[in-house]
């Protein structure tokens, strides 16, 4: 199994940068997947979950600034990233929910 993440990079505040992790090895469609966050010293912190079905969950700070989503015959699935802040900076992983993590991308916002 692998989940190759792409898409971080440095950006303005107030930008926008769009993840995408593409999955091979593994049954994409029947999985949850989802995006995490980890700063240098800090735990790694869900900021974003979707369901097999398509329902999505975020952490309280990006609610309304990202959007997740899956494409199941691309076996990807894809952070959607506006109005990015400083605060946002971080390594962003993605994960399956049978276990498996991919090597982060990193993501800088500078003011």
């Known amino acids: 199994v692998q989940l190759q993440a792409s898409g971080g990079g440095s950006v303005q505040a107030g930008e926008s940068l769009r993840l995408s992790c593409k999955a091979s090895?593994?049954?994409?469609?029947?999985?949850?997947m989802g995006w995490y966050r980890q700063v240098p010293g800090r735990e790694r912190d869900m900021v974003a979950e979707?369901?097999?079905?398509?329902?999505?969950s975020y952490t309280d700070s990006v609610k309304g600034r990202f959007t997740i989503s899956r494409d199941n015959a691309r076996r990807t699935v894809f952070l959607q990233m506006n109005s990015l802040k400083p605060e946002d900076t971080a390594v962003y992983f993605c994960?399956?929910?049978?276990?498996?993590w991919g090597k982060g991308t990193l993501v800088t916002v500078s003011s």
């Open positions: 979707i369901t097999s079905g398509g329902s999505s």
């Open positions: 090895g593994m049954n994409f469609k029947i999985n949850d």
């Open positions: 994960t399956s929910s049978n276990g498996y």
